[in-house]
């Protein structure tokens, strides 16, 4: 069974930084692509970065310069390193897995659990 676990998140003021990580089990990550995804409180759940299955990355214009994502396929984990933290960066963030390698190709199916993050002072 194709699972994925969260964790890595919590409360941290503006401008610190957060490391989040993504645990798959039951496939392998170069088979398919992972994407993280934020639900900020009263808006819908939108797209923040994503690692294919070959290890291409890309990002929303939001979080370029901020946000880096990586893999350890030996560890089978997705990680977002999260710098310069802003208040509008507070959500739910979840990890998704594509039915495909690529990022922009085939249904997510798979979920996490979602792990909170909050950017305050």
């Known amino acids: 069974q194709s699972q994925l676990v969260e964790s890595g998140g919590g409360l941290v003021q503006p401008g610190g930084s957060l490391r989040l990580s993504c645990a798959a089990s039951g496939f392998t990550l170069d088979y398919y692509a992972i994407g993280w995804f934020r639900q900020a409180p009263g808006k819908e759940r939108e797209g923040v970065s994503c690692?294919?299955?070959?290890?291409?990355?890309n990002y929303v214009d939001s979080v370029k310069g901020r946000f880096t994502i990586s893999r350890d396929i030996a560890k089978n984990t997705v990680y977002l390193q999260m710098n310069s933290l802003k208040p509008e960066d507070t959500g739910i963030y979840y990890c998704g897995r594509r039915s495909s390698r690529w990022c922009d190709v085939g249904s997510l199916g798979v979920w996490g659990q979602g792990t909170l993050v909050t950017v305050s002072s």
């Open positions: 690692i294919s299955g070959f290890g291409r990355t």
